[in-house]
Each structure stands twice: as structure tokens, then as C-alpha cells.
């Protein structure tokens, strides 16, 4: 058998069998070389809960800048996408947007979501079969999004459009992402409403130019669509493959909020989170140089047995304190109140209510490491389970 770190450089994360089930080579990671160098992607794995959890609240030694190497596709989504600042900027233009995202405000949203939900599973309740990736988990997210943002809803099939194709084999394709970031610059040009009127106000009087406003609202629509959409399409398919843990949540001995919890543990829509080192850092027994990448492995994290029992089981009843699919420290998902809501009110509708389900053909995965998710989950009506 070869060294583990060698092993961990065979590693291929465009590999289809890996993205297909990255758990084993995670649990090879964390056993045998829990922080260790990626040839392919020059960059660091970090791999263990304990370790990645640490990383996420040490922003000063841990940038989200990209330091001294220029990435085409921050070039393209602008200055001002939170999740590429450091503070004290990053802490600037937070405040800007966050009040629409503080859980008050986002439960306001509850009835309109339920109503859109209603409105996109409609079609499958009627036919008795549809894609819940494509009809429902990919257009709500970007519904609520555009809705937050003040852009017109006529909108949501363009944006989805867009969104679901810029994860490609080899990597973010940047002429859909162009096209997105010139949708975010007609929509500050022309809507008076949401959060895009707030960021125009706030560049007006001198908060921020209106390049870094440009960026942070591309952020938002980035940050806050494919990660929902998988979410609801990931958890679609496991409750699918998961009888009896299914049943739990129709006969209510599982809330709905539980639920997500333990979705997004078991199946992180987001994976792999990038960092820069500022300093030399020892962390997990290994020292990592300056100005290095290192890649922060959530979906291995949220697996780590040593800090979830069972951690390959799904158990909806777990109350998975602790997992980090929002991530932590002050890059926290801001959208995380959203993230849940939505996430709730489709589980609620597909799996409660709807009545039972099953897999009518293969499901067709996202075409990445970073963010796990679907883009196709043909289901229809069972008769019974
Ligand atoms: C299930 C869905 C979601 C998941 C799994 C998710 C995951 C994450 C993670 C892991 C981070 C931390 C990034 C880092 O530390 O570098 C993050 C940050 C962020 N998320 Fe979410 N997110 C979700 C939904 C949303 C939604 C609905 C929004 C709404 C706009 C949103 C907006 C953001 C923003 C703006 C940041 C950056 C915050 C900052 O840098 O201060 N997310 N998210």
C-alpha cells in the first residue's frame, strides 16, 4: 500500500465515482492524512471536524481572500462578494445586507414560500410524476432570491437557467457567470426594490462604489440559489432511499426542522470551502506554508465519527449540533435562517403531504466537487410507503 500522502494526491475531484461517493475517500483522509498537500489542486486538505471547525473561526490566519493568485472567476463576480473579503471590508458590507436576512424578517416570508411551493409541486401532484430537482428544487431558491432582491419574477426561468449551468466538469463556466453578473448590473439599473435598491442607496452615499455593490449582490444570488437547490434535491433523494427514516417525518415523530439539520450533515450541499494561509500554520501535525490554498472539506467534517456518532447513518432524531454546512465564525452563512426555511417548507409539502414517492430513472448529479448536488431527480407516485 502507498503512503497516504500520495494517496490523498491520487485524489481527483472531478473523478465521477468520487463525486458520486466522496465518503470513503474522506474516511481515508481523516484516518490516515487528516491535513495533508493535494498535488493535483495545489492546496491543503483539512479533512477532520476538529480541525476544520478551528480553521473556519481563524479568519486572521485563514483569508477568504484570494492572496497573491488571481482566480478568473472572482475577477468576474466583482469585489464585493462577501465570501472573497477580509475584514474590516467584509465586516462593512455584511451590515448592508443583512437585516432582509435576520430570522424575523426571513419567517415573514413563510406564506409566500409556502404558496410558490405549492405552485412549482402542483404539476407533479397532478401528473403523479415530475423532477424535483428541475421543477422545484432548482426555481424556488432562485424565486425567493430574486423576490429578496427586488428583481421581477418574470425573471426566475432566465436566473435558473444560468445558475444550474455554471457548475461544469472543469470547473465554473465563466460565460454564464458573465451573463449573470451583467443580469445583476441591468437589475440595479432598473429596480427600485429589495436588496438591490438598499446596495444602490448604500453605494450612493458613499458606503461602498458600485463595482464592490455589483459583487455583493452576484454574491447573494450565487450563494444563495444552487446551495438551496441541492439541499432540497440531495435531501429529496436520500429520504427517497431511506424508508423508514421517511416515515418518521410523515407520522411526525420528526420535526421538519430536524430534518434539514440532518441533511445538511449528511449530504452538505457545499463540500469544499477555499482558504488562504497568511502566515505558516501548523495545524493537524502538519505545517502549511504562507500564501498557500487550503481547501476545508465540510462534507468530510460533517462525517467525522469522532464527532458524530454513527456518523454514515442518517438519523433525522440526531439533533446534529455542531455539523458545519453553514460554515462558522464570521463568514457564517448569512442566508442560514433562509436556507432553512425553504428547506422546510419543501420537505414539509414533498414528503408529508404530497403522499408516498419513488424514483422513476436515474437521477443526474451536479457536475462538481464543491457543491454536491442534482440537477435532475425523476420521481412519481407510489402506491404505497
Ligand atoms: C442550504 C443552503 C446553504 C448552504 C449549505 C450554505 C452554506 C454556506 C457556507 C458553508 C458558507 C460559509 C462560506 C465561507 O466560510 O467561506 C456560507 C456563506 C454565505 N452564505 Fe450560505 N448557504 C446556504 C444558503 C444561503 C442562502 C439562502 C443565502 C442567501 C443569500 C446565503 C448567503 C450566504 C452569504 C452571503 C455567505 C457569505 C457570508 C460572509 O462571507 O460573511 N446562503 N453559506
Redesign the pocket.
Do not use: K, Q
Given at each position: 500500500m502507498s503512503d497516504p500522502i500520495s494517496q490523498a494526491s491520487a485524489l481527483d475531484f472531478a473523478d465521477a465515482g468520487f463525486r458520486a461517493d466522496p465518503y470513503p475517500v474522506y474516511r481515508h483522509l481523516r484516518d490516515a492524512a487528516p491535513v495533508t498537500y493535494h498535488e493535483p489542486s495545489d492546496a491543503w486538505l483539512v479533512a477532520r471536524h476538529e480541525d476544520v471547525h478551528r480553521t473556519?473561526r481563524d479568519e486572521r490566519r485563514f483569508s477568504?481572500g484570494s492572496g497573491s493568485r488571481a482566480d478568473p472567476v472572482v475577477a468576474v463576480v466583482g469585489a464585493g462578494?462577501?465570501?472573497n473579503?477580509d475584514p474590516p471590508r467584509?465586516d462593512v458590507l455584511?451590515r448592508i445586507?443583512r437585516a432582509p436576512?435576520a430570522p424575523p424578517a426571513v419567517a415573514e416570508l413563510e406564506r409566500a414560500l409556502r404558496a410558490q411551493v405549492e405552485r412549482l409541486v402542483a404539476p407533479l401532484a397532478d401528473a403523479g410524476a415530475g423532477d424535483l430537482a428541475a421543477d422545484v428544487a432548482w426555481p424556488l431558491?432562485v424565486w425567493?432570491?430574486l423576490r429578496?432582491l427586488g428583481a421581477p419574477e418574470a425573471d426566475v426561468p432566465r436566473v435558473t437557467a444560468l445558475v444550474r449551468a455554471l457548475d461544469q466538469p472543469g470547473g465554473v463556466a465563466l460565460d454564464e457567470l458573465r451573463r449573470l453578473r451583467r443580469y445583476v448590473e441591468e437589475t440595479m439599473e432598473t429596480t427600485d426594490e429589495g436588496l438591490v435598491a438598499d446596495v444602490v442607496a448604500a453605494s450612493a452615499a458613499g458606503e461602498l462604489t458600485r463595482e464592490e455593490g455589483a459583487g455583493l449582490v452576484m454574491?447573494?444570488?450565487l450563494?444563495?440559489?444552487a446551495?438551496?437547490a441541492?439541499?432540497i434535491a440531495n435531501g429529496a433523494l436520500v429520504l427517497l432511499r431511506h424508508p423508514r427514516q421517511r416515515q418518521r417525518l410523515r407520522d411526525g415523530s420528526v420535526t421538519p426542522a430536524m430534518t434539514v439539520e440532518e441533511l445538511?450533515r449528511f449530504e452538505?450541499?457545499?463540500q469544499v470551502?477555499?482558504?488562504r494561509t497568511t502566515v505558516p500554520v501548523t495545524l493537524g501535525g502538519s505545517t502549511i506554508p504562507a500564501d498557500a490554498t487550503v481547501l476545508?472539506l465540510?462534507g468530510s467534517a460533517n462525517r467525522d465519527e469522532r464527532r458524530f456518532v454513527h456518523a454514515d447513518a442518517l438519523d433525522l432524531g440526531r439533533r446534529a449540533r455542531g455539523a458545519?454546512?453553514?460554515?462558522?465564525?464570521?463568514?457564517?452563512?448569512?442566508?442560514?435562517a433562509?436556507?432553512?426555511l425553504?428547506?422546510r417548507v419543501a420537505f414539509e409539502r414533498i414528503f408529508r403531504d404530497l403522499g408516498p414517492l419513488e424514483l422513476a430513472g436515474e437521477p443526474e448529479r451536479l457536475p462538481s466537487a464543491d457543491v454536491r448536488g442534482l440537477l435532475r431527480l425523476p420521481v412519481r407516485k407510489a402506491r404505497s410507503g
Open positions: 473556519l477568504n462578494d462577501l465570501l473579503l467584509h455584511r445586507v436576512f431558491p425567493t432570491m429578496l454574491g447573494l444570488l450563494a444563495g440559489t446551495t438551496v441541492c439541499l445538511l452538505s450541499p457545499v470551502l477555499p482558504r476545508l465540510l458545519v454546512a453553514l460554515g462558522g465564525g464570521i463568514h457564517f452563512c448569512l442566508g442560514a433562509l436556507a432553512r425553504e428547506g
